[in-house]
């Protein structure tokens, strides 16, 4: 069975501009969860979506970020205008809401975004 | 206020020597204790949980309720232990992952 995906693995983009990160999770995982760490600091939470529904979104950090889960199933991220300050690796988790492993969050391999 | 603090940035040791990692953390209520561990070029993965009480690598965990403590043990490390581990928290249900700053584990020969 395929892990959690994104892609891309790694983005290098210029202050200003905009940046689009994506998240497969694994298929009948109906929880989705985006985080974030900046370098030297800890992995925080961006948001959760129940399948298509934003379930908690306190962790993002300001209205330049955008998250959508349209239909259910992958994710995008999108930092738009994209600043300094959102460099660091950005990970995607999901986790089935029913059976075996709904207390488990299965991690991506992460995008590591570079502003410059 | 959620937090997990792992004080400690880099832990070296000799292979067969005990590990301990330590883990405390701050929380309103009855939280779920995790370590996930990241292996070099891999991704984030659980390594274990408190409510499984399970030993997985050799590695233990025991949740101190009264020092708020989830300290991460092993007693004799092996030199593919080397990674970086996490602690985490969460309330029950499908909530969101409060991670500690991580520690670095390294075994040397």
């Known amino acids: 069975e395929a892990g959690v995906t994104q892609f891309p693995s790694h983005s290098v983009i210029e202050k200003g501009q905009t940046v689009t990160l994506r998240c497969d999770p694994i298929s009948g995982h109906d929880n989705l969860y985006w985080y974030r760490r900046v370098m030297g600091k800890e992995i925080k939470f961006l948001l959760h979506?129940?399948?298509?529904?934003?379930q908690d979104e306190s962790g993002m950090p300001n209205n330049r970020f955008l998250a959508e889960r349209t239909g259910g199933t992958y994710s995008t991220l999108k930092v738009q205008p994209a600043e300094l300050e959102d460099s660091g690796v950005y990970f995607c988790a999901s986790s089935p809401l029913w059976g075996p492993g709904t207390d488990t969050q299965y991690f991506g391999p992460g995008t590591r975004l570079t502003v410059l | 206020a959620q937090r997990v603090t792992q004080p400690e940035k880099l832990l070296s040791v000799f292979k067969g020597a005990p590990v301990e990692l330590k883990c405390n953390y701050s929380?309103?209520?009855?939280?779920?204790l995790f370590w996930y561990v990241q292996y070099s070029r891999q991704r984030l993965q659980l390594l274990l949980r408190?409510?499984s009480r399970e030993s997985i690598k050799g590695f233990t965990a025991d949740l101190n309720k009264g020092e708020t403590s989830f300290h991460l043990k092993k007693p004799f490390a092996q030199e593919e232990d080397s990674a970086m581990y996490y602690c985490a928290l969460s309330g029950t249900g499908f909530q969101k992952l409060v991670f500690g700053t991580g520690t670095r584990l390294l075994v040397s020969p």
């Open positions: 979506f129940v399948k298509e529904s934003k």
């Open positions: 408190h409510i």
């Open positions: 929380y309103s209520g009855s939280p779920e």
